[in-house]
């Protein structure tokens, strides 16, 4: 199994239970990355980790710099990359507290530096993203999942918004219409840069709250980082799991 790295979200910005050997910054022809890359130990196995709002959690997601987070964990010898998401829940199955391990994505971000393919440093090139997540890792995940006493959703769309704000109640139903199940602000461009570098990424998803329109009440920074704390022990339990794979 090639060297696996993860991508900090929301709740994320250090993995507790990893035993540090080196952080260093990497230099990419994209500029600066969130944070330097760590290289750790977790459950006796290396891995790389990069928090994707920085080390304070201060890059809103429209800010992060994406080309150079994926270039970097490359560069460092990651071939499979994990994308830990927060997101709101939108279809029934997906409350507050669930994982879930999506297997499709819906792009609704704008203004991002989203290609390596931008027709300056490397010339046109149009990747296939049919299926956006690596196969392989999506099914270690639920596996892992399952391992550790975990029911994840083993599928659900993705809707990749732009924020930093949270959507209006049509939003979500106009999302909901066009198929989504969950709704983030960092899923894209990360899945098809990963694509495009040739790497096996998959995202493990937890929800920390109904989104726009779906409780009947407003959404509320407490509400969501008390569900996020509920989530941060179970993630690791998981990624702890999927570093001895
Ligand atoms: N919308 C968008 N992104 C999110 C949400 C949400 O409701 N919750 C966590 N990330």
Redesign the pocket.
């Known amino acids: 199994m090639g060297l696996l790295a993860i991508i900090g979200g929301?709740g994320f910005t250090s993995l507790p239970s990893l035993t540090l050997l080196e952080s260093k910054p990497v230099e990419t022809p994209y500029g600066a990355t969130s944070a330097p890359v760590t290289r750790g130990r977790l459950a006796e196995r290396e891995v790389l980790f990069l928090p994707r709002h920085g080390p304070s959690h201060h890059l809103p997601p429209h800010r992060i710099n994406y080309r150079a987070n994926l270039w970097a964990l490359r560069d460092s010898g990651a071939e499979r990359v994990i994308g830990l998401?927060?997101?709101?829940?939108i279809t029934p199955d997906f409350g507050p507290g669930v994982l879930a391990v999506p297997d499709q994505v819906i792009d609704y971000t704008h203004g991002r530096e989203h290609t390596i393919h931008d027709g300056i440093s490397g010339g046109v090139d149009h990747i296939d993203l049919t299926e956006p997540y690596c196969e392989s890792l999506r099914q270690a995940l639920i596996e892992a999942c399952t391992r550790v006493g975990e029911v994840a959703i083993a599928q659900g769309t993705y809707g990749a918004?732009q924020?930093p704000r949270?959507?209006t109640a049509a939003e979500?139903r106009r999302y909901e219409r066009d198929g989504c199940d969950m709704?983030?602000?960092t899923g894209m461009p990360e899945t098809s840069l990963a694509r495009e570098l040739g790497l096996c990424y998959a995202s493990l998803a937890f929800?920390?709250?109904?989104?726009?329109g779906k409780s009947g009440s407003i959404?509320t920074m407490k509400e969501?980082e008390e569900n996020l704390a509920l989530c941060v022990d179970r993630v690791l339990a998981v990624l702890e799991t999927i570093a001895v794979t």
């Open positions: 929301s998401a927060a997101v709101g829940g918004t924020g949270l959507e979500i709704v983030g602000m929800v920390v709250n109904w989104a726009a959404i969501i």
